[in-house]
């Protein structure tokens, strides 16, 4: 069966620090991936989407990678800042498909 | 900037009740989905819902769920008789539509307790 699978345990990082998610997939072959962020008690807002021809994409301080081959991407903020506290959730999806099946998400605290 | 917008935002209701939760999404979106997210889990996709009618369901949403678009500006989600299971935070996604890689925007959420 399909799995999504982020890292459960909590990262720690000081401000200013490069943080580093992962997600790994596995009996997928998703078209694109999908970074969602997560604030507590709230819904999911939408980050990067990166599509399985692009190896990487930037958006201000923040670049996803995704290696087809690992079944991996990596989620990484430059220059974390404590407002980047929350937790991180992955999207990976199949062709055509809209309906968006989330990893468990990694919380991810900046600690001044 | 547009949003969608929920309510309510927190519902308490008794087991074997009727609940409905509202949603308006983003008025010129097309698509229209709900997830659940259980305390402590994952988001979870429930239904997904265009030109009046579903176009996806998962295995969670059984025949107690139903969605309703009843005019042109809400989305419902009833649950027929809650159970406690059914405690969680549900959230609707809007979805201009067209391509499938279009952004899904979703509600603050309606917090359902189920007692």
């Known amino acids: 069966s399909q799995k999504i699978e982020q890292n459960s345990e909590a990262l720690n990082i000081q401000e200013g620090k490069t943080a580093t998610l992962t997600c790994n997939y596995t009996?997928?072959?998703?078209?694109?991936l999908q970074w969602y962020r997560q604030d507590p008690g709230r819904g999911p807002v939408f980050l990067l989407l990166?599509?399985?021809?692009?190896k990487e994409k930037r958006k201000e301080r923040l670049k996803v990678t995704f290696d087809t081959t690992l079944k991996q991407s990596l989620f990484h903020i430059t220059a974390s800042q404590p407002a980047d506290s929350a937790t991180y959730l992955c999207a990976p999806t199949d062709t055509g498909r809209r309906a968006l099946t989330f990893g468990s998400g990694t919380r991810l605290q900046v600690q001044p | 900037e547009p949003e969608v917008t929920q309510t309510p935002s927190h519902q308490v209701t008794q087991m074997g009740q009727e609940v409905i939760l509202r949603c308006v999404p983003i008025s010129n979106h097309l698509y229209f989905y709900w997830y659940r997210q259980i305390l402590g889990q994952k988001v979870e996709f429930l239904v997904s819902f265009y030109n009046n009618e579903i176009s996806e369901k998962s295995e969670i949403f059984d025949d107690q769920f139903s969605v309703e678009r009843p005019d042109g500006s809400n989305f419902t989600l009833k649950i027929r008789s809650t159970k406690l299971e059914d405690s969680a935070m549900y959230f609707c996604?809007?979805?201009?539509?067209?391509?499938?890689?279009?952004?899904?925007?979703f509600g603050p959420g309606t917090r359902l307790t189920v007692l």
């Open positions: 990166i599509r399985e021809n692009e």
């Open positions: 996604a809007s979805v201009v539509g067209g391509a499938s890689t279009d952004t899904q925007y």
């Open positions: 009996n997928y072959s998703p078209a694109y």
